[in-house]
């Protein structure tokens, strides 16, 4: 069992502590048991295993079962965190598909959470409809990669003052709704701090300055796992796609001695 929940995650900084919220994404059952044993906050089973395991070029690919399969693996290595997994692109089109899909990767996975991405008058009314049923849900604003076709690309959100008013009144609704936490990805650091001034839940960042409550990476970019080098705003702690190349190559030549 976690050993957080939401009401301690809404009340503390957790919202009001110094330090802040600490989260990581996880795929796999032995990186979850690692993790299972630090101090980590939060774990998130994102659809970015679309991107960094699945090879895809975006989130849209991935499926319910997908989330459902490595939701569940992570939650049998990680039994003691509080895991969240991500609603995938086109499951939460309808309030009933919403409610079905959600109902099934909460149960089947064991996650103590769900995210979704959007504030529009349906996400705000799928919150407040799952939160009724018992399903814990956490917002996400800002670059929301399952649109980014629709929003044109990857960029900051939140420097002109349009967009400024739109995402904060945005991270109101989802906090009426619900929501016991906001992710805000890729948002100008300045409209993040406001963000989190004015709300009650904790913001989670990710590209979007250091003036929330807690920050999330992905776990792929900030070890370096893969090929390619991470975003901007993430910096590797290690190079382990090197130092495993490096250590495959020295046992295939050592092997052939």
């Known amino acids: 069992m976690s050993i957080l929940n939401t009401r301690k995650i809404r009340k503390s900084k957790l919202k009001n502590e110094s330090r802040p919220l600490q989260m990581l994404t996880c795929y796999d059952y032995q990186t979850a048991c690692l993790l299972n044993e ?6 998130l089973v994102g659809d970015s295993l679309g991107n960094v395991i699945l090879g895809y070029e975006n989130t849209v690919q991935v499926t319910l079962n997908d989330m459902i ?22 499951t939460y089109a309808t309030m009933e ?18 995210k979704l991405e959007g504030a529009t008058e349906l996400h705000t009314s799928i919150i407040k409809r799952l939160t009724e049923t018992g399903i814990p849900v ?7 990669p399952q649109s980014v076709h629709q929003l044109g690309g990857y960029y900051t959100h939140g420097k ?37 001034e004015l ?23 900030l070890l370096k796992l893969g090929p390619t080098m991470p975003p901007s705003f993430c910096k590797p702690i290690a190079n382990l796609y090197d130092e495993k190349k490096k ?3 020295s046992y295939l030549t050592n092997n052939h001695e």
Do not use: W, Y
């Not at 630090?38 to 774990?43: C, R, V």
């Not at 739109?166 to 990805?185: D, H, P, T, Y």
């Open 97 to 114: 598909s919403a409610v079905e899909n959600s109902i099934e990767l909460f149960q089947k996975s064991n996650v103590e959470a769900l």
């Open 138 to 144: 956490m917002g996400h604003i800002g670059l929301t």
């Open 247 to 249: 250590l495959i190559e």
């Open 160 to 196: 002109k003052e349009e967009d400024i008013d739109r995402l904060i009144l945005s991270a109101k609704n989802l906090q009426v709704a619900g929501a016991f936490a906001i992710v805000l990805e890729c948002v100008d650091k300045e409209t993040s701090a406001k963000i989190t």
């Open 69 to 90: 399969t490595f939701a569940s693996a992570v939650k049998r290595g990680a039994k003691d965190k509080f895991v969240i997994a991500d609603l995938p692109f086109g």
């Open 199 to 221: 709300l009650d839940i904790p913001t989670i960042g990710i590209g979007s300055g250091k003036e929330v409550d807690g920050q999330v990476l992905v776990i792929n970019d």
């Open 38 to 43: 630090t101090d980590l906050d939060l774990i």
